[in-house]
């Protein structure tokens, strides 16, 4: 029942994208030569003409990216991303081609409201349909159903995980193993030769294998049973807790290889763009700050003796030490390089409560972002002191400085700042560098410039020290 209904969403879905692709453009002649002022250099019937190839062109860009796929495992960001890259490459194309033409007469008001309108319209539909289908798949109907092979660790870790996201409309009918399972509340159909049978009488529509190392052997008569009965099959790794999200697959000679840690920035293009984006930005924002640096060393010189900047030694990209700049919160004491500061701490100045709780202590970092020691975002450095402990402490600690830290990261617009659990914050992290986009960086800049800057400092275990870390 599934495939029927996917087959009439994707049919649904093509329809409403032509449907709202070509209204878009004459709504947008309308508003820009009745709603505003302008002379007609072409009447209506010249643009509906030009629309129809839009559509062709704009269906089959929304096709090549995919989004007429089931987007079940997709999560809605990166399915809007990709509607508005393929509405920007459409008109791209369309400007390209009227320019090589010398054809100037359609009107460019016309053609730039149109994409606001075509792009945002798109977008809107998708989320509003994600919405629906999560309404409908939490109340028990738009499933796809499941047969879960093994009783593992793997197995729970699959079943916890589509339990989490009940609007991703996942249902497991229940789990093949070569023992019963007391973690798995799922009925337990037998062995793994009842697999052949299970699956001709179940009739799932995929088809979870999450064997353990000790079963692996099974997997060729896994898969020439689902592909004998005609049943998609995906794979859960015995080892799929050491992957990213998105493994990354080369290919030598034939021979396949996974990537298990794929980093964005790795790629030249991407780290390019970041570092010119914090080097500009790190430049307009020290001119433009610079009333409140004199305002803020006045304060700290004023609120206690001492140095006005606090020069510590943290970690950075590659592992490579560096000096990191702040305005001096706290009296000056012989633990800055040991120990943590706290929501409540004693060392701390009046006016240095005041710099910590709007993060104004930070603006000195932005010499560091200029200098390419730091990123405008990125995770937190910490001190060698600390990195020596959590390296051996927290897995993959150490991936953090495969990209410069930042003054602000996934994990501080999330909570995990100041006085808050180490492991936390090494996983919001991990997501970042392994999901790193121009527009995530973005993102995080706006949460952070309205209301990021406010340090609430969360904590959720006040009784471990090795919890703790660097601010």
Same mark, same amino acid.
């Given at each position: 029942?599934? @495939? ?20 878009? *453009? ?17 009447? +209506? ?10 559509? +062709? ?5 929304? =096709? ?7 987007? !079940? ?6 399915? %809007? ?10 008109? +791209? +194309?369309?400007? $390209?081609?009227? #320019? ?10 016309? *053609? =730039? ?16 349909? @994600? ?26 870790? #699959? ?9 991703? $409309? ?24 009842? *697999?052949?049978? /299970? ?33 998609? *099959? ?7 807790? #050491? ?34 984006? &914090? ?56 633990? /800055? ?9 004693? !060392?701390?100045? $009046? ?25 405008? %975002? ?13 390296? &051996? ?79």
């Amino acid at each position: 029942m599934i @495939r029927e209904n996917q087959t009439l969403l994707n049919r649904l879905n093509v329809f409403s994208d032509a449907l709202i692709t070509y209204i878009t *453009l004459p709504i947008a002649y309308w508003l820009r030569f009745h709603l505003m002022s302008g002379v007609k250099n072409i009447q +209506l019937f010249s643009y509906l003409r030009l629309d129809i190839w839009i559509t +062709l062109l704009q269906i089959f860009t929304l =096709a090549a990216f995919g989004l007429y796929q089931s987007t !079940r495992k997709t999560r809605i960001r990166q399915e %809007v991303s990709r509607v508005l890259t393929a509405c920007l490459l459409d008109m +791209l +194309l369309l400007l $390209g081609w009227l #320019y090589l033409r010398h054809d100037v007469n359609y009107s460019r008001w016309v *053609l =730039a409201i149109y994409y606001m309108l075509s792009a945002g319209t798109l977008a809107a539909k998708r989320v509003t349909v @994600r919405i629906l289908l999560g309404m409908l798949r939490s109340n028990g109907r738009n499933l796809k159903h499941v047969l879960l092979i093994g009783g593992g660790p793997s197995a729970l870790r #699959y079943f916890k995980a589509v339990c989490e996201e009940r609007q991703l $409309g996942y249902h497991v009918n229940g789990y093949i193993a070569k023992h019963p399972s007391p973690d798995l509340p799922l009925p337990y159909f037998g062995g793994y030769e009842t *697999l052949e049978r /299970e699956l001709d009488r179940i009739q799932p529509d995929e088809v979870v294998s999450a064997i353990e190392m000790e079963d692996y052997e099974l997997t060729p008569h896994i898969i020439e049973q689902c592909e004998k009965a005609g049943i998609k *099959l995906a794979i859960v790794p015995f080892y799929a807790e #050491y992957m990213p999200a998105r493994p990354q697959f080369d290919d030598i000679n034939g021979v396949p290889m996974l990537n298990i840690r794929r980093i964005p920035l790795d790629n030249f293009a991407n780290a390019f763009v970041k570092r010119f984006l &914090d080097f500009a930005a790190a430049l307009v924002l020290i001119v433009l700050l610079s009333p409140l640096f004199l305002i803020c060393a006045i304060g700290v010189k004023l609120s206690s003796p001492g140095p006005v900047l606090f020069r510590q030694t943290r970690v950075g990209k590659d592992r490579k030490p560096f000096t990191m700049y702040k305005f001096r919160s706290l009296v000056v004491n012989s633990e /800055e390089t040991t120990a943590w500061t706290r929501k409540s701490d004693d !060392r701390r100045t $009046g006016f240095g409560s005041f710099i910590r709780k709007y993060s104004l202590d930070e603006l000195p970092q932005l010499f560091c972002v200029l200098a390419g020691t730091m990123s405008l %975002v990125g995770p937190r450095p910490e001190i060698p002191h600390f990195v020596d402990q959590f390296k &051996d402490e927290i897995p993959l600690y150490m991936v953090r400085h495969q990209v410069r830290p930042g003054m602000t990261g996934w994990a501080q617009i999330n909570g995990f700042r100041g006085d808050t659990p180490i492991k936390e914050r090494v996983e919001h992290d991990l997501w970042y560098i392994e999901n790193w986009s121009l527009w995530l960086d973005i993102q995080i800049l706006l949460r952070t410039a309205m209301g990021g800057f406010v340090n609430e400092e969360r904590r959720t275990d006040k009784t471990e020290v090795k919890e703790k870390a660097a601010v």
